[in-house]
């Protein structure tokens, strides 16, 4: 074999070696690039994602359909404030609240697909909504935040150094002390934090504080 020959055919395959390397290390970044997408979209579904922007955050929050919480709920009027624990329990078509405070009757509101019941022991319904009915209210349900958000054009998310916020305004209110909602996100643990209401006047009329929350869906 002449000696052109000979190198003619060495680079021959060296190109072919070399070609398989790169094909190969494109196969293995593009299935990397699929997992770690794959990967960040689970993560995210399930609420156990670090909220990195805006988008991702309001992503976030309409993808909400079930949850468990804990709250403290601050609801101020002209004459005085009061404060309410309640747990809470939300999934499609189904929304329990129950009051968990030592010094006030136990409370338990259900919504079975629009069955709602009021139970308790030693109050009537009239003396529970005369004392107690803002707990009763459908408004204080998360799950109501994020309906209102995919139906009301008038609203925004902003952001500030601690928090992702998501504000908007219900039109068509029915209360004019609920009209303004604005909900926190914690851009350091990516956790709802609170969600403020306010009247027509943007004065707060009630502060809800997850003391803890776990997304369902």
């Known amino acids: 074999m002449k000696k052109s020959n000979v190198f003619t055919t060495i680079i021959f395959y060296i190109f072919i070696i070399v070609l398989i390397l790169i094909t190969s290390l494109i196969i293995l970044n593009s299935k990397k690039f699929k997992k770690f997408n794959l990967t960040n979209y689970k993560s995210?579904?399930?609420g156990n994602n670090i909220i990195s922007s805006k988008e991702i955050a309001m992503k976030y929050i309409l993808n909400?359909?079930?949850?468990e919480a804990d709250l403290e709920i601050t609801v101020k009027?002209?004459?005085?404030?009061?404060?309410?624990?309640?747990?809470?329990?939300s999934k499609e078509?189904?929304?329990?609240?129950?009051?968990k405070d030592e010094n006030m009757p136990k409370i338990i509101v259900e919504?079975?697909?629009?069955?709602?019941?009021?139970?308790?022991d030693s109050l009537n319904i009239k003396k529970i909504y005369e004392s107690y009915g803002v707990i009763l209210e459908n408004t204080?349900?998360?799950?109501?935040?994020?309906?209102?958000?995919?139906k009301e054009n008038d609203n925004e998310i902003i952001e500030d150094n601690n928090y992702y916020i998501i504000n908007l305004k219900i039109k068509n209110y029915k209360n004019k002390y609920i009209v303004y909602k604005s909900?926190?996100?914690?851009?350091?643990?990516?956790?709802?934090?609170?969600?403020?209401?306010?009247?027509?006047?943007k004065n707060r009329t009630i502060y809800i504080l997850y003391k803890s929350i776990e997304i369902k869906n």
């Not at 909400?64 to 949850?67: G, P, R, S, T």
């Not at 078509?93 to 009051?99: D, M, T």
């Not at 204080?140 to 995919?150: D, G, N």
């Open 44 to 46: 995210e579904k399930n």
């Open 64 to 67: 909400i359909k079930e949850y």
């Open 77 to 89: 009027s002209n004459k005085n404030e009061n404060v309410y624990n309640i747990k809470q329990v």
């Open 93 to 99: 078509n189904y929304s329990y609240q129950e009051s």
């Open 111 to 120: 919504n079975d697909d629009g069955m709602i019941t009021v139970r308790n």
């Open 140 to 150: 204080l349900y998360l799950t109501s935040f994020v309906e209102e958000l995919k």
């Open 183 to 201: 909900l926190y996100i914690n851009k350091n643990t990516s956790k709802i934090e609170k969600l403020e209401i306010q009247d027509i006047n």
